[in-house]
C-alpha cells in the first residue's frame, strides 16, 4: 500500500515528510501514551506518506525543529488528522488539546476551520467509542486549557 501512495503523491521531498509526520507524531505522543488507536491512525498515515514505522521514528528522532507544511491541502491534511489523532482513543487531555490549538494557530488557520475540524473528529471518535461523551472531555480540556 506505501507503494501506491507513494506513487500517488510522486517524489515527497524530506522537508514535506517531517512537515506532515512531526506534528501528527507529537499529538499521538502528547498524554503520554500511544493507544492503540493512535497507532492504527499513525500507521495510516505513514502509508498516505508512502513511508514506514521505521523511516517514521528516524525522522523524528533525527529532527531538528518544528517544521509546518506550507502547501494549503498538506496543511489541511495534517489540521484534519491533528484533532482526529486528538480524539480517536477515546479521550481528549487538555496537552492535546493546547497542542493541537498551538498547532492549527502556526499553521493560520482560523477559528472557524479549527471548529470544522474538531466537529469532524467528534464525529469520527463517536463512532470509534459510542457512549463516550468526546463533547465533555473536549469542554473539560478547553476550560484546563483556558483557566
Known amino acids: 500500500m506505501a507503494g501506491f501512495f507513494s506513487r500517488l503523491f510522486g517524489g515527497i521531498s524530506q522537508n514535506e515528510i517531517e512537515a506532515r509526520l512531526l506534528p501528527i507524531m507529537q499529538i499521538a505522543g502528547a498524554d503520554g501514551t500511544i493507544s492503540p488507536e493512535e497507532q492504527m491512525m499513525l500507521q495510516m498515515h505513514f502509508e498516505r506518506l508512502g513511508i514506514s514505522g521505521e523511516r517514521a521514528m528516524e525522522i523524528l528522532e533525527n529532527a531538528?525543529?518544528?517544521?509546518?507544511?506550507?502547501?494549503?491541502?498538506?496543511?489541511?491534511e495534517v489540521l484534519l488528522t491533528a484533532?482526529?489523532?486528538?480524539?480517536?482513543?477515546?479521550r481528549?487531555?487538555?496537552?492535546?488539546?493546547?497542542?493541537?490549538?498551538?498547532?492549527?494557530?502556526?499553521m493560520g488557520f482560523p477559528q472557524v476551520c479549527v471548529d470544522a475540524a474538531i466537529e469532524n473528529a467528534i464525529e469520527?471518535?463517536?463512532?470509534?467509542?459510542?457512549?463516550?461523551?468526546?463533547?465533555?472531555?473536549?469542554?473539560?480540556?478547553?476550560?484546563?486549557v483556558h483557566a
Open 124 to 144: 469520527l471518535a463517536n463512532k470509534l467509542h459510542p457512549g463516550v461523551n468526546i463533547r465533555a472531555q473536549l469542554a473539560a480540556a478547553r476550560a484546563n
Open 64 to 76: 531538528t525543529g518544528p517544521v509546518l507544511p506550507t502547501k494549503e491541502e498538506h496543511r489541511i
Open 92 to 106: 481528549v487531555t487538555p496537552t492535546e488539546y493546547k497542542l493541537f490549538l498551538t498547532l492549527a494557530r502556526c
Open 83 to 90: 484533532a482526529g489523532m486528538m480524539m480517536c482513543d477515546g
